[in-house]
């Protein structure tokens, strides 16, 4: 079984930088698309970031230019650095992965089970 596992958030003050890491581990034969979200209190998930396995990035429009995605293909990992922090930011960040198991044919969508990224002003 394939697990996806968050780590790296804390409580930073504005200004500050943290980097998150999201590593999938288990039967994995190919992953594709690695991406981040994230979910304030109230408000629905949003997308932040994704990286291709061809390694072409996409970002939110609210975080290009503060956070860079990253990806170390031979360790199955996914890195958000996370610079510049705003309070706004504050929110729990998710990782989510395409990837195809072994003794799949087809690809899974995965969620990991997130992380606290909070920024004090």
């Known amino acids: 079984q394939v697990q996806v596992v968050e780590s790296g958030g804390g409580l930073v003050q504005a200004g500050g930088s943290l980097r998150l890491s999201c590593a999938a581990s288990?039967?994995?034969?190919?992953?594709?698309?690695m991406s981040w979200y994230r979910q304030a209190p109230g408000k629905e998930r949003e997308f932040v970031a994704h990286i291709t396995s061809a390694g072409i990035t996409d970002y939110a429009g609210s975080v290009k230019g503060r956070f860079t995605i990253s990806r170390d293909n031979a360790k199955n990992t996914v890195y958000l650095q996370m610079n510049n922090l705003k309070p706004e930011d504050t929110a729990v960040y998710y990782c989510?992965?395409?990837?195809?198991?072994?003794?799949?044919?087809?690809?899974?969508?995965?969620w990991g089970q997130g992380t606290q990224v909070t920024v004090s002003s």
């Open positions: 989510a992965t395409t990837l195809r198991e072994g003794g799949s044919i087809g690809y899974n969508f995965l």
């Open positions: 288990g039967s994995i034969v190919t992953i594709n698309v």
